[in-house]
């Protein structure tokens, strides 16, 4: 496109006005993903193992798996419980079910966690033939009853397992003290760790060394407060990859946006309307990660969606939209 003197003001008055999230850093420079070339399905409407909405997922991508998130359903009687317990407490509790499936979306293994959080974000970890999860812990219950986690934690996946907030073998973190609504994402590219949390009002995301911060050194390799463009939206999930934060946004039913940010600066470099999956009968945001699907493929940066099948067939089920596309 040419530009003239009109277009040259209008683009420098765009920028100005959008919105800007304080930051403080020096992330190297990365290709930055396309938020309007969405493609997919990568699975379209599979089946987890609770009845209950997806919240977030990750990949492992060394072994080909998908971890998911959800709250476990009402009426589940877990190992060390006397009784069903409803989901209206589980979700006070912040009562996890994590599901394994591969990379064709079969179930492979299941586990839970009980006192962890809400699930909005989850990491996986290769470790050889295994994988270490990552997810908030120790919730407190909110204003609405729903638990959300003030802490970090780190755990191997073992199918079956039944964890509380105290089991043999969680790593336990603390970044930010005294903060709740606590979540991380990883960037399997170039092994960082980004973390949410809200203190005395604000959202604000850090962006860490992931081998730092696993021995318990937190020191920042970027820090951005939320930008206002995301002020009062429905929060679903968020990744990251190089020098840009990828949020998600949106209720069931309505429209659902994706950001994307830049780590250094806080700008808001692209906000999209997305109708991916616009077909899909209850159609609900649900949780961001990084996919490498080979070696010679580029990342992918995943976006989950919740629905179910009809007003009377309500089991939820999962769907995940991608693009792989930059800029």
């Known amino acids: 496109m040419n530009l ?4 040259i003001l209008c683009l420098a008055t765009a920028l100005a006005l959008t919105p800007v999230g304080r930051a403080s850093a020096a992330v190297p420079a990365s290709s930055r993903l396309d938020l309007t070339a969405t493609t997919g399905p990568w699975l379209r409407e599979i089946a987890l193992s609770e ?6 997922f990750a990949f492992d991508n060394t072994n080909k798996r998908l971890y998911t998130a959800q709250l476990t359903q009402g009426g589940r009687t877990l190992t060390g419980e006397s009784a069903p317990v409803s989901g209206t407490e589980r979700a006070k509790n912040g009562d996890l079910c994590i599901t394994r499936l591969d ?3 079969a179930v492979t293994g299941r586990m839970y966690l009980k006192g962890f959080g809400h699930g909005v974000s989850i990491g996986a970890e290769p470790f050889g033939t295994g994988t270490y999860l990552w997810t908030e812990t120790d919730a407190v219950p909110d204003s609405q009853d729903n638990g959300y986690g003030t802490r970090v934690a780190r755990f191997r996946f073992t199918d079956g397992a039944v964890l509380t907030t105290g089991s043999a073998g969680l790593l336990r973190f603390d970044p930010v003290p005294g903060s709740d609504h606590n979540t991380v994402a990883l960037d399997p590219v170039n092994s960082r760790v980004a973390h949410r949390s809200r203190a005395g009002g604000v959202w604000t995301y ?20 939320q930008p206002a463009v995301l002020d009062g939206q429905t929060f679903q999930g968020y990744a990251t990859l190089g020098r840009h934060l990828y949020t998600l946004d949106g209720i069931s039913f309505g429209d659902v946006h ?3 940010v830049d780590w250094n600066t806080g700008a808001v470099l692209d906000r999209q309307l997305t109708g991916a999956g616009a077909d899909l009968f209850y159609r609900e945001p649900e949780g961001m990660a990084i996919q490498l699907p080979d070696a010679s493929s580029p990342a992918r940066l995943h976006f989950g969606l919740a629905s179910e099948k009809s007003l009377t067939e309500t089991n939820k089920k999962a769907s995940f939209y991608y693009t792989d596309t930059t800029v």
């Open 4 to 7: 003239n003197r009109r277009h």
């Open 51 to 56: 009845t209950r909405v997806l919240q977030s």
């Open 103 to 105: 990379w064709q979306g």
């Open 206 to 225: 850090t962006l860490y060394d992931l081998a730092t911060f696993k021995a318990g050194v937190f020191d920042p390799l970027a820090t951005l407060t």
């Open 258 to 260: 994706l950001t994307a």
